[in-house]
């Protein structure tokens, strides 16, 4: 198994377990610099532990990751200022996957810069940063598209990689909160692209995907823009 270096702290980082089976976990993160400061099973639960535990890192078992409402309690239960860091662990993790053994080392990564910063930025302060970019992008804040576009990429931007997929609980979140279906999501944000990339700036299109997107095509697919902002959002956040 490859070897994941940890840098050190010279604090504990406060961990938060979501689990129903935490043991594993748990002797994962028996180390030195790590506490577990507290275990929850009951995502109704969850956004006040996250509000009165304060944890640097919030880990999930990765089935945790797919219902829509759970991720948004998660980075709505404490707007001032949400979990730091959310990352996600399988007992037999696939390639893009931290598996328990690497939790301690996956954890301190986390904590480093950009993502370590104790005062993270709350989600309207990603929403407002995602529309930013979206306008620089020449997207007509009247595409039915742009508001899923830029609520996507906030709360992506939330999530270190690896984010969990977008299908498993992005497009049901944005289609709750259009109160549309979720093939409705997606074709908005398809069209919003497409028309973006044929009357928008060529200048900040370039600027932002270089030669990212495929010469065929001539433009990002919904994933590729969603996460192409997600990143943008972090590095100007972080580094402003």
Sequence with gaps: MQT???????????????????????????????????????????????ARMQPHVLVLESA?????????????????????VLACFDTDAPVDLPSVSDLPAYVR????????????????????????????????????GYAAIAYGAALLSAFPPPAPP???WLYPLLAQRAQCSEGAVERRIRSAVESTWLRGSLQSQSALFGLSISPERGKP????????????????????
Excluded: Q
């Excluded at 991720?71 to 730091?84: G, H, K």
């Excluded at 697919?221 to 402003?240: M, W």
């Design 64 to 84: 945790a990751c797919h219902p829509a409402a759970l991720c948004e309690s998660i980075l709505r239960a404490n707007p001032a200022c949400p979990p730091r």
């Design 221 to 240: 697919t919904n994933a590729e823009l969603l996460c192409r902002l997600a990143v943008c959002v972090c590095e100007r956040l972080y580094t402003s």
């Design 166 to 168: 977008a299908h498993g």
């Design 4 to 50: 994941i270096s940890a840098p050190a702290f010279d604090f504990n980082i406060r961990v938060m377990l979501f689990s129903s089976a935490p043991m594993a976990a748990l002797r994962a993160l028996d180390v030195p610099g790590v506490m577990v400061c507290d275990i929850v099973s009951d995502a109704r639960s969850l956004p006040e532990r996250i």
């Design 109 to 144: 990564n986390v904590m480093c810069l950009p993502y370590g910063r104790l005062a993270a930025p709350s989600i309207p302060d990603r929403l407002s940063c995602a529309e930013r970019l979206l306008d620089a992008l020449g997207m007509p804040r009247t595409l039915r």
